[in-house]
């Protein structure tokens, strides 16, 4: 049996194969943030289509951290209801489900909730100032707001949740010094900027426990001039791994990392052009023992099959083939080894910015001939 097929664990958390559904924005929530049965139907077609461990949605953890309409919310009890749902609907699928949760910081969407951006400093466009500097105060409650989405995941009943640290949101933002320009001690060094990530990850151990696997995503690097680096992304998962992180999952980039872009548009028609942070993950595994997942850019089984069997990633992460083929995983188990047919050409995200919900433009006008 390929090792992609492998059953493994996570803390308690036991995968029936290697194969991640990496977090993305559908569009599908209420506009509250609560959950939809069409989001439920999303993921429970991922339970059933084979996926090792679905995550969710990018799942703002409070009213500010919001960075698009219809996202998923963790921010209040009164969205348990729709969220335990999702989790009864995976589990009866046959699957397992982790909860990603996020704050947008600088880039949170002013014009959907009213609220003012923060973020680690003032950051500026050609109309001047769209983000404030948190206060320490502001720090302190966004830390004790994703300790409590941690908590209201593990009651809604998820197996785990992942905090998003990645792709210019709040966490990335003070990891990354295009970002952060602070004075106090959440900036300089990279030790100082890692502080929150070390912080929020300790206040969620605090409310789930020992027994519930907390994973983080992060850049391997942003791709820009004085922003985080493969040495910056090392030392912070040095410091996770110390910490009692459960799982790193790695991507790269940030909006203004241009065609660096985490979402990045074009064909990949080659093997060669598979696996954008291949050289940042075999560098992560010679120095940081905690299970390592690998998103970006990877399409074929072969190459996947390398990377775990070469040591490269322990788990490899999907999001827009999952989109186009949510059954993809039972497809390659099948014998069926041909690859994702995702034509990475982001048409996936219009429907969902036009409040339709995220679908496969492709598929979908292939079904309707």
Known sequence: MSKLFETTTINIMALANRFVRSATWEGMA??????????????????????????????????????????????????????????????????????????????????????????????????????REMTQEEIRETIRAFGQGAARAKKAGFDGVQIHAAHGYLLSQFLSPFYNKRKDEYGGSIENRAKIVLEVFQSVRAVVGDQFPVMIKMNSEDFLNGGFSVEDMLQVAVMLEKAGVDAIELSGGTRYSGKYFPIRKGKIDSEEKEVWYREAAKRYKEKINVPLMLVGGIRSYGVAEKLVEEGITDYISFCRPLIREPDLINRWKSGDTRKASCLSDNLCYKPAREGQGLYCVVEEQLRSK
């Open 30 to 131: 209420n506009e509250d943030g609560s959950c939809t049965p069409k989001l439920i139907d999303l993921v429970v077609q991922l339970a059933q289509g084979g996926v090792g461990l679905i995550i969710t949605s990018h799942t703002y953890v409070s009213r500010e951290g919001q960075a698009s309409p219809w996202q998923l919310g963790v921010y209040s009890d009164e969205l348990l209801p729709g969220l335990t749902e999702m989790t009864e609907a995976v589990h009866k699928a046959g699957g397992k489900i982790a909860m990603q949760i996020t704050h947008a910081g600088c880039h949170g969407a002013f014009g959907l909730t009213g609220l003012e951006p923060l973020g680690p400093s003032v950051m500026e466009n050609e109309k001047g100032p769209f983000c």
